[in-house]
């Protein structure tokens, strides 16, 4: 038997937010256990009522992602014990996406030369301008 999935799971779960591995272990403790489709099926019901936990919030609009200049700071251990705290939470825990996916991007660059990284950090800015 695997273990039940915790609420906080299924909630990550629906929006697609865990690691692909806790991914499939959710799935397959879903199969196991008619019971747990139920709770999804309550989860969705709640939302579509509008009651959002905070929790539900943060990860439906990424509320604490924190800015890519953070992420290089991060990388670079250059951030404050506190904030880096939180980014390896985010990333590892959470296991954000979005972050994964840029740090894994900032990485990259931050190997490059720093011509290259500077050149490519400002069309990165110019790009993402228009979205900020
Ligand atoms: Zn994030």
């Not at 670079?76 to 840029?102: K, N, Q, T, W, Y």
Request: hydrophobic share 35%.
């Amino acid at each position: 038997m695997t273990k039940l999935p915790r609420q906080n799971e299924l909630e990550a779960y629906l929006d697609e937010a865990l690691p692909p591995d806790e991914m499939a272990q959710v799935e397959h403790a879903l199969r196991q256990h008619p019971e747990c489709i139920e709770q999804l099926g309550a989860i969705n019901a709640r939302r579509d009522a509008g009651i959002h936990t905070l929790g539900e919030i943060w990860r439906r609009h990424r509320l604490s992602c924190p800015s890519r200049h953070e992420l290089g700071s991060y990388l670079l251990g250059g951030l404050p014990d506190e904030l880096a705290d939180h980014i390896a939470f985010h990333v590892d825990v959470v296991g954000c996406r979005m972050c994964r996916a840029s740090l894994l991007d900032l990485e990259q660059r931050q190997s490059e030369s720093p011509e290259v990284a500077e050149t490519r950090r400002r069309k990165y800015f110019q790009s993402s301008a228009g979205y900020l």
